[in-house]
């Protein structure tokens, strides 16, 4: 099959699984639970959530808040890219835009975190923007694909966590993954075809995953953040290597195909990042296990 018509038939598929599970984010959320911030002002200690997974809610709210700049990087980047690129990434706007709205008005009505500190952040974050990646198609999707994997694994682990204090985030964040993972999946099998067509491309991957660093990295204390959310939201180094790179390794077969001599270099070279990655996720392991024996 050709790529453009392997595209189209991608497209086409996402836009089928997407209107199933579509979702109104007026429906999901506890409305019963507002109140007047004039007329009761935010006090600390208020909220449904530990101060930790608050932490991580905002976090995440604070990444989706740069749809715009997301938006206008991928669609400068994919310029002269197939048509069926193009109209995902407006598709992927569409779906994207109720992300960083329900999270928001979640926090606010259930009185997590405070409102008028995380609008300053807010507004941060935004003026500081977001630059593409790479500079080359392949190498956007593959960064894409991470970061959508990513994403989705991070929403259902902090899902997992947060049942016990707040029902109604597990929801969201539910219905959110559900749209993440028709994304990854769209960018997964896009960078699958164009691998099919040419295994040196791997080339991107090698060169993309070694690099990678989430979209938000560049919000205010982002370390100490990711080290929260990896202590008490269930999404770290550890999960991060066996619930998103070990599996996309797997599925784009990247250690499989017949390559160059200088993509097999890059590959090795791969081959030992990753192998770092899994020691320190080890060692981290067993420093907790430690810290829980005593």
């Known amino acids: 099959m050709d790529l453009s018509d392997r595209l189209d038939d991608l497209y086409e598929r996402h836009l089928t699984h997407s209107e199933r599970i579509h979702w109104d984010y007026h429906d999901l959320l506890p409305w019963e639970l507002g109140r007047s911030f004039s007329i009761e002002p935010w006090t600390a200690g208020e909220g449904t959530l530990s101060p930790e997974l608050t932490l991580a809610v905002e976090t995440a709210l604070l990444t989706e808040v740069n749809l715009p700049w997301f938006t206008a990087g991928l669609t400068r980047g994919f310029d002269g890219a197939p048509l069926a690129l193009k109209r995902f990434i407006r598709r992927w706007t569409a779906e994207e835009d109720q992300h960083s709205r329900t999270l928001e008005v979640f926090l606010l009505l259930t009185r997590?975190?405070?409102?008028?500190?995380?609008?300053?952040?807010?507004?941060?974050?935004?003026?500081?923007?977001?630059?593409?990646?790479?500079?080359d198609?392949?190498?956007?999707?593959?960064?894409?694909?991470?970061?959508?994997?990513?994403?989705?694994?991070?929403?259902?682990?902090?899902?997992?966590?947060?049942?016990?204090?707040?029902?109604?985030?597990?929801?969201?964040?539910?219905a959110l993954a559900r749209d993440e993972t028709l994304h990854f999946a769209f960018y997964r099998d896009a960078v699958a075809a164009y691998l099919e067509r040419d295994p040196n491309a791997l080339e991107a991957v090698c060169r993309v995953i070694p690099t990678f660093a989430m979209p938000g990295a560049g919000m205010p204390d982002f370390a100490n953040r990711m080290h929260v959310v990896g202590r008490c939201g269930g999404y770290g180094l550890d999960e991060y290597v066996r619930q998103v790179i070990r599996p996309l390794l797997e599925v784009w077969g990247v250690f499989d195909h017949q390559v160059s001599r200088s993509v097999e270099r890059d590959r090795l070279a791969l081959r030992d990042h990753v192998a770092r990655l899994e020691h320190v996720a080890e060692r981290s392991r067993r420093r907790v296990g430690q810290r829980v024996e005593r």
């Open 112 to 135: 997590n975190g405070d409102p008028a500190h995380r609008n300053r952040l807010r507004r941060d974050v935004v003026e500081l923007g977001w630059d593409l990646p790479a500079e």
């Open 137 to 174: 198609l392949l190498g956007i999707m593959v960064y894409t694909t991470i970061q959508e994997l990513a994403t989705r694994t991070f929403y259902q682990n902090l899902a997992r966590v947060s049942q016990s204090q707040d029902r109604n985030l597990a929801r969201v964040l539910h």
